[in-house]
């Protein structure tokens, strides 16, 4: 059994940072990649950023140059840094993890919300 903890979020003003960590533990053979997805509250889950096992990175168009993932490898967390945030980033953001042999997992979420 795999479980993954989200921790980091909060209430941040526009404008403001903060930084999610994503971190698994349990059965972990190999991990292949790591996710962050939002889901804003009415709306559909969106992804938001990957990184893959070699640290190629890919990030939805709203949210490039203002968020960075990155993940260490030997602790099995990914995290989130969020600059520069929107209201229009509040959201639950959750991790998923897909491992070498294809599967998937998904932490609890963390709830985001950016307003003044």
């Known amino acids: 059994q795999v479980q993954l903890v989200e921790s980091g979020g909060g209430l941040v003003q526009p404008g403001g940072s903060l930084r999610l960590s994503c971190a698994a533990s349990?059965?972990?053979?190999?991990?292949?990649?790591m996710t962050w997805y939002r889901q804003a509250p009415g709306k559909q889950r969106d992804l938001v950023a990957t990184?893959?096992?070699?640290?190629?990175?890919t990030y939805a168009d709203s949210v490039k140059g203002r968020f960075t993932i990155s993940r260490d490898n030997a602790k099995n967390t990914v995290y989130l840094q969020m600059n520069s945030l929107k209201p229009e980033d509040t959201a639950v953001y959750y991790c998923?993890?897909?491992?070498?042999?294809?599967?998937?997992?998904w932490g609890q979420g963390t709830h985001v919300t950016v307003s003044s």
């Open positions: 990184i893959s096992r070699g640290g190629i990175t």
């Open positions: 998923n993890l897909v491992t070498l042999g294809l599967s998937r997992y």
């Open positions: 349990g059965s972990i053979t190999s991990i292949n990649t």
